[in-house]
């Protein structure tokens, strides 16, 4: 997480997707993290760099996968409710970046069951989780998830692990 707060409606909503994310069971065991918290550093903002770590052998990224990216889709609008409060609609994207674990690399079948399987969960985690909160922070209220990228194999850069990758959108209402 960034060290400053978000303020303003674009980052408060990308804040609160972020949590919605890392509160994902499915999410956090694909990172390897014990809590949302420890979930927190695999997701970054607007973009994650593909630089890798110089010197090192295999080549390894310094923002590694498997990763997730929030991005603002540039629809936000927000409409007047009564006479004095304002709602928010919006969406943002939401990319998963996945690789492929050992036991399943080489068979197209089995890395598409594998990545499928494991978007579907944390799909799934989203849906349960949307418009709750940790018990301090509320999670992004997501009305609607769909399909942006689909679900496919990404060729690795500059000899980086192989992947599979898509892009979810995520309305809100807030």
Same mark, same amino acid.
């Given at each position: 997480m960034p060290s400053q707060s978000p303020t303003g409606l674009i980052g408060v909503s990308i804040v609160a997707l972020a949590r919605l994310l890392a509160a994902s069971t499915a999410f956090r065991t694909l990172v390897g993290a014990a809590s949302a918290d420890e979930a927190l550093?695999?997701?970054y903002y607007l973009e994650?760099?593909?630089? @890798? @770590?110089? %010197? @090192?052998? #295999?080549?390894?990224?310094?923002? #590694?996968?498997p =990763?997730?990216?929030?991005?603002?889709? +540039?629809?936000l609008t927000t409409s007047r409710i009564g006479s004095g409060g $304002? =709602?928010?609609e919006g969406d943002l994207l939401l990319s998963l970046e996945l690789p492929i674990p050992a036991a399943y690399l080489g068979d197209w079948r089995?890395?598409?069951? $594998?990545? %499928?399987?494991?978007? +579907?969960?944390? $799909?799934?985690d989203v849906q349960d989780n949307s418009g709750g909160s940790d018990g301090t922070n509320p999670?992004?209220?997501?009305?609607m998830i769909d399909w942006d990228q689909e679900l496919a194999p990404c060729e690795p850069s500059q000899g980086t692990e192989y992947f599979w990758g898509c892009t979810l959108r995520c309305s809100y209402v807030g």
């Amino acid at each position: 997480m960034p060290s400053q707060s978000p303020t303003g409606l674009i980052g408060v909503s990308i804040v609160a997707l972020a949590r919605l994310l890392a509160a994902s069971t499915a999410f956090r065991t694909l990172v390897g993290a014990a809590s949302a918290d420890e979930a927190l550093p695999f997701i970054y903002y607007l973009e994650a760099s593909d630089a @890798v @770590v110089s %010197g @090192v052998t #295999p080549p390894r990224l310094i923002e #590694p996968r498997p =990763r997730a990216i929030i991005a603002n889709t +540039g629809k936000l609008t927000t409409s007047r409710i009564g006479s004095g409060g $304002w =709602r928010e609609e919006g969406d943002l994207l939401l990319s998963l970046e996945l690789p492929i674990p050992a036991a399943y690399l080489g068979d197209w079948r089995e890395e598409a069951l $594998w990545a %499928g399987n494991t978007v +579907g969960a944390i $799909w799934k985690d989203v849906q349960d989780n949307s418009g709750g909160s940790d018990g301090t922070n509320p999670y992004l209220n997501v009305t609607m998830i769909d399909w942006d990228q689909e679900l496919a194999p990404c060729e690795p850069s500059q000899g980086t692990e192989y992947f599979w990758g898509c892009t979810l959108r995520c309305s809100y209402v807030g």
